[in-house]
Each structure stands twice: as C-alpha cells, then as structure tokens.
C-alpha cells in the first residue's frame, strides 16, 4: 500500500480510502462503548443474557449514539 489514491478511488464514497477510514474510527468507539458496557453490567463469556439485560444494554446504546 502506497497511501497515494487514484481519483476514482477518490471519490468513490462508498468503498474508497474515506469511507475506510471512517469504519476504522466507528470500530475504535464500538470497542470503547462494548468495554464500558461490559464493566458496568459485569458481561463475560458466562454471563446470561436476560431480556432486562438486553433491554437496558440496547438502551445504553441509544443514549449514548442519540448524545453522540
């Protein structure tokens, strides 16, 4: 990889170099809400999925991309 992009690549939103980078910044803030959720619910690989677990982890997520 050169770093250095052809115009149609460019412009190309869906799939060129901004679009990429744009995932790559969206993948950083799912990992950092996923571990705050993760302390404040106390998740690990045994933990048992409740409805009202769910419900407020899913609302959580709300509340934070609606503040975002």
Same mark, same amino acid.
């Given at each position: 990889m050169t770093g250095k992009?052809?115009?149609?690549? *460019?412009? !190309? /939103? !869906?799939? %060129?170099? /901004? !679009?990429?980078?744009?995932?790559? *910044?969206?993948?950083?803030? %799912?990992?950092? *809400? %996923?571990k705050m959720l993760k302390e404040k619910y106390n998740i690990s690989a045994v933990t048992k999925w409740t409805p009202e677990l769910l419900s407020n982890y899913l609302n959580d997520l709300q509340s934070y991309y609606s503040w975002a």
């Open positions: 992009f052809s115009e149609a690549q *460019i412009n !190309d /939103l !869906d799939n %060129g170099p /901004l !679009d990429n980078y744009v995932d790559l *910044i969206n993948n950083e803030w %799912g990992q950092e *809400i %996923g």
